[in-house]
Every structure is written in structure tokens, then in C-alpha cells.
């Protein structure tokens, strides 16, 4: 009798997606940033791309992210200021810097509460799903380790 239950509960029992994740994108150059949404959307994630930190600030507002990947070099808001604002909001969020100035870099040590990862360009779009990969692992893990099993 338990196996006609069984048998029962997985035939009816709908199909659940796994959530990937989602990802914001802020990148002021628009074939950039359309080519890591792009490898990221293929990839079976979520992913929301703006050119500037004020679009930003408004998504990150309305929506919650699992990741950001900013640009550092953005008009009127930079990307370090995305991040504070990001982790104003949502502490435990991974902020991912990008950036072809080898100054931002340095100036990471400052801002080392707000950013988690820093990608210098150029770089290979492979670092970037590989990085991506990583955090969502580990938020994976933390939301295992914390959660009460439920009957």
C-alpha cells in the first residue's frame, strides 16, 4: 500500500524548477553588459542589466538580487557607491567590482565591506559564470545549513 502512495505522489507531483539565481548587471557599456546577460541568461540565470547607477539604485530598491556585478566606472553614481548602497540593504548580497582601471583595485582595501570579488578588464566571460557559480554555491550551503527541516 505505501508504494500505490508513493507511486501516486510522484506521478501528480509537479515539476520544480530550481532558481538559479538572480543578477544584476550595471555596466555603462552597453555590448558589455549585454554580453555578460547574455552568457549569464544561457546559463539558467535571472539576470537584469542597466547602464547606470541610478537605474541601479531603483532596481536594487524593488528588487532583491542574489549578486550584483557593477562596473566601477559609471556616470554620477560609481560603482563602489552601488555596492554600499547594495550592502545597506542586503548585507550578506555579493558584490561583484569590474574594472579596467588598476587604481579601483587599490582603492579596493577602503571599500572591502562592500565588495566581495574584483574582475580586472579585460577579462574572459568564463570568469565571470565562474564567479557567479561560486557565490550562488555558497548562499546554496548557507541556506541548507540554516534551514529547520520542516515535516
Known sequence: MNTDIQDTIEITSPVIKRNLGNILIVEDESLIGW????????????????????????????TRFDIVVTDFMLPKINGFEVAAHVKSLYPKAPVV?????????????LFTHTVDYYIQKPFALSEIITVVRRFIAQRDKNDLSSASPSF
Open 35 to 62: 554580453s555578460i546577460g547574455n552568457i549569464l541568461k544561457r546559463a539558467g540565470y535571472r539576470v537584469t542589466v542597466v547602464e547606470s547607477g541610478e537605474e541601479a539604485l531603483g532596481k536594487i530598491n524593488s
Open 97 to 109: 567590482l569590474m574594472s579596467a582601471y588598476e587604481e579601483s583595485k587599490a582603492m579596493l582595501n
